[in-house]
């Protein structure tokens, strides 16, 4: 089994920027396929991002160019780098783990995931 738990999320001005950390505990991470999803109120989980154990990386067009993952293989963590931030980025942001090692977009794909936690970008 393999436990995420998100943290950096909080409060920001339009603009500025968030480090997100996802450390995973009970098995070691590199050869899964690692991904940030968030969600709003009433709508579904959408992909924001994710990186594979080769560390190639997929954006969601909204943050392509403002966010960026990467991946710490020796701390067994994963990191999101949300610049730029625009109103429409506040949600809840939860990382998730692909034990298969492949990077979709799709929620399912997925078989770990954190509990979240709260982005929130004013205006």
């Known amino acids: 089994q393999v436990q995420l738990v998100e943290s950096g999320g909080g409060v920001v001005q339009a603009g500025g920027s968030l480090r997100l950390s996802c450390a995973a505990s009970g098995r070691t991470i590199s050869s899964y396929a690692m991904g940030w999803f968030r969600q709003t109120p009433g709508k579904e989980r959408e992909f924001v991002t994710a990186?594979?154990?080769?560390?190639?990386?997929y954006y969601a067009d909204s943050v392509k160019g403002r966010f960026t993952i990467s991946r710490d293989n020796a701390k067994n963590t994963v990191y999101l780098q949300a610049d730029s931030l625009k109103p429409e980025d506040t949600a809840v942001y939860y990382c998730?783990?692909?034990?298969?090692?492949?990077?979709?977009?799709?929620?399912?794909?997925?078989?770990?995931w954190g509990q979240g936690t709260q982005v929130t970008v004013s205006s």
């Open positions: 990186i594979r154990g080769d560390s190639r990386t």
């Open positions: 998730a783990a692909a034990r298969s090692g492949i990077a979709t977009t799709s929620v399912s794909n997925y078989g770990y």
